[in-house]
């Protein structure tokens, strides 16, 4: 059956600055972060009105904004040195590669759940040694290959960590300041 409805939705956009201290070398340095949110929702009554539900989505633009321009950052190194603080770090990392994170996990539970119904079949129903080493090496095949790919995915985020260079002295040259003229 159709409902009618009405979608609305709410564009926001704002920016932040974000101040940090180097933690190599002590600069003061900032940057304007800027981001956009966009809220939709379906409205089933028609007894909110038009400027209510404006208002309702307003309020949760700004909320997902707030939210949004807090938690994430960008990557902008330090202007005197080029190192890549901290949380900016942590953020990059923690979102990379993010579909490797979900196929680890997502083995790791399959192989479990799985390879636990395995192992009750064996205890309960069809008492087998087989089929409990069978359990035992089927666990093992899908908990191993998402701890591979967990693996996998942290040494690709640390191969392209921004600070790598840096560890081995190859930014020095980069960074240095043009001599004065
Ligand atoms: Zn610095």
Redesign the pocket.
């Known amino acids: 059956m159709f409902i009618p409805h009405v979608e609305r939705s709410v564009t926001l956009s704002g920016e932040l600055e974000k101040a940090f201290v180097?933690?190599?070398?002590?600069?003061d340095y900032s940057y304007t972060q800027e981001r956009m949110v966009v809220v939709k929702e379906n409205f089933y009554s028609f007894s909110l009105s038009e400027r209510s539900a404006f208002a309702k989505l307003r309020a949760r633009a700004e909320l997902k904004l707030a939210a949004k321009l807090g938690r994430e950052f960008d990557i902008v190194p330090?202007p005197?040195?080029?190192?890549v603080q901290k949380p900016m770090i942590d953020y990059r990392n923690a979102r990379g590669h993010f579909g490797w994170k979900v196929l680890a996990l997502l083995s790791q539970l399959f192989g479990i759940v799985t390879g636990g119904i395995f192992i009750a079949l064996a205890v309960e129903d069809w008492p087998s040694p087989n089929l409990l080493v069978f359990a035992g090496c089927w666990i093992g095949v899908f908990v191993g290959g998402g701890l591979a790919v967990a693996y996998l995915r942290r040494l690709i985020l640390r191969r392209t960590d921004p600070n790598r260079g840096f560890e081995r002295g190859l930014r020095d040259e980069s960074h240095e300041l043009p001599p004065p003229s």
Request: charged fraction near 10%.
């Open positions: 180097c933690e190599t070398c002590n600069t330090c005197v040195c080029g190192w």
